[in-house]
T-cell receptor
Framework: DVKVTQSSRYLVKRTGEKVFLECVQD?????MFWYRQDPGLGLRLIYF???????EKGDIPEGYSVSREKKERFSLILESASTNQTSMYLC?????????????????FGPGTRLTVL | KNEVEQSPQNLTAQEGEFITINCSYS?????LHWLQQHPGGGIVSLFM???GKKKHGRLIATINIQEKHSSLHITASHPRDSAVYIC????????????FGTGTRLQVFP
């Protein structure tokens, strides 16, 4: 079974702190994603990566950056946390290599990190 | 208007009831996903379909491409089916990105 793990289930930080959220997948997946989930808004894509050292902005990248130095690990960084970044953060991965052809791959999700910024 | 809309937002049922959750989308898609999220946050992919119907146990997913509509059915519902069910659309132009509905919260009572 594919396993996607996230470094913390719950995290409390103060405004202005730098926050690192880590995601690791163990099935050699090519693509990895970071989402945030807020009540009434559903899941929104922050960033995704289809290869080591590659990244693409999602729908709401402002205030976030990412790092993918190794294939299995995708980190989300909040450079200076703010209260409006309080949310549930979910990481996901898919197997298929990005190609010109449409991919309809299943996304495997981590358990989520509930971040509170005070 | 959201590109992917679900109804109802909340649903309660008695154990054993047949349940239907609907998803309508206004964009072109390459596939429609149904996901399940239990309390605590973890999300599991239930189905991915681009035409017709798929069945897994007591769960059935259908899609009508012409009407841009999909349904998730649960037969003989059970309290362990209580969860948030989310539909999401894969764009034909960038299928790495999913467009999510806001979810349907289902509670099944014994």
């Amino acid at each position: 079974d594919v396993k996607v793990t996230q470094s913390s289930r719950y995290l409390v930080k103060r405004t202005g702190e730098k926050v690192f959220l880590e995601c690791v997948q163990d099935m050699d997946h090519e693509n990895m994603f970071w989402y945030r989930q807020d009540p009434g808004l559903g899941l929104r894509l922050i960033y995704f990566s289809y290869d080591v050292k590659m990244k693409e902005k999602g729908d709401i990248p402002e205030g976030y950056s990412v790092s993918r130095e190794k294939k299995e690990r995708f980190s989300l960084i909040l450079e200076s946390a703010s209260t409006n970044q309080t949310s549930m953060y979910l990481c996901a991965s898919t197997l298929q290599r990005r190609s010109p052809f449409p991919s309809t791959d299943t996304q495997y999700f981590g358990p989520g990190t509930r971040l509170t910024v005070l | 208007k959201n590109e992917v809309e679900q109804s109802p937002q909340n649903l309660t049922a008695q154990e054993g009831e047949f349940i239907t959750i609907n998803c309508s989308y206004s964009v072109g898609i390459s596939a429609l996903h149904w996901l399940q999220q239990h309390p605590g946050g973890g999300i599991v992919s239930l189905f991915m379909l681009s035409s017709g119907k798929k069945k897994h146990g007591r769960l059935i997913a259908t899609i009508n491409i012409q009407e841009k509509h999909s349904s998730l059915h649960i037969t003989a519902s059970h309290p362990r089916d209580s969860a948030v069910y989310i539909c999401a659309a894969s764009s034909p132009f960038n299928t790495d990105k999913l467009i999510f509905g806001t979810g349907t919260r289902l509670q099944v009572f014994p």
